[in-house]
């Protein structure tokens, strides 16, 4: 009965609690394991990783330092006079937007492209009857 009792007594001492602090690390030892000097030399991919970093900042810096954020080629378009639909006398159906070719204010108004999915493939030869049914282009009801 007491070998019982004895090897209990060493149990609940060998045992660590639960609320145990943990061990103790010193701030020194931290500083002598993250020296610059010996993480090359321990880490090797160190290198390429900076390489990489860097060019990617690099390139960001570059990249917007372009300024490429700013106002694109889109603030070219001028829109002329009355060149809203519901601006115009005429009564139809067909209500286009206008626009002056290349901002140029002396060339005359042209008709926006469509606000619809529309592609224009060139150099496509396809046999009559595809092409008749699935070229909606220049057709009067694909035209709005």
Same mark, same amino acid.
């Given at each position: 009965?007491?070998?019982? $009792?004895?090897? &209990?007594?060493?149990?609940? /001492? &060998?045992?660590?609690?639960?609320? *145990?602090?943990? &061990? *103790?690390? /010193?701030?020194?030892?931290?500083?002598?394991? $993250?020296?610059?000097? =010996? $993480?090359?030399? *321990?880490?090797?991919?160190?290198? !390429?990783?900076?390489? !990489?970093?860097?060019? $990617? /900042?690099?390139?960001?810096? #570059?990249? /917007?330092?372009?300024?490429?954020?700013?106002?694109?080629?889109?603030?070219?378009?001028?829109?002329?006079?009355? &060149?809203?639909?519901?601006? *115009?006398?005429?009564?139809? =159906? !067909? +209500? =286009?937007?206008? +626009?002056?070719?290349?901002?140029?204010?002396?060339?005359?108004?042209? @008709?926006?492209?469509?606000?619809? @999915?529309?592609?224009?493939?060139? @150099?496509?030869?396809?046999?009559?009857?595809?092409?008749?049914?699935? @070229?909606?282009?220049?057709?009067?009801? #694909?035209?709005?």
């Amino acid at each position: 009965m007491s070998s019982i $009792a004895a090897m &209990a007594s060493r149990r609940a /001492f &060998a045992r660590q609690s639960v609320f *145990r602090a943990p &061990a *103790r690390r /010193f701030y020194s030892s931290k500083l002598e394991e $993250a020296s610059l000097d =010996k $993480a090359p030399r *321990r880490d090797p991919e160190l290198y !390429v990783l900076l390489g !990489v970093m860097s060019g $990617a /900042f690099l390139g960001a810096g #570059w990249y /917007f330092g372009k300024k490429p954020t700013s106002v694109t080629s889109e603030s070219n378009v001028r829109i002329g006079d009355s &060149a809203m639909p519901w601006e *115009r006398e005429d009564d139809g =159906k !067909v +209500y =286009k937007y206008q +626009y002056h070719p290349h901002g140029d204010k002396s060339q005359p108004l042209r @008709n926006a492209p469509s606000a619809l @999915n529309t592609v224009i493939v060139p @150099n496509v030869t396809l046999p009559a009857d595809l092409h008749e049914r699935y @070229n909606k282009y220049g057709k009067e009801e #694909w035209d709005y």
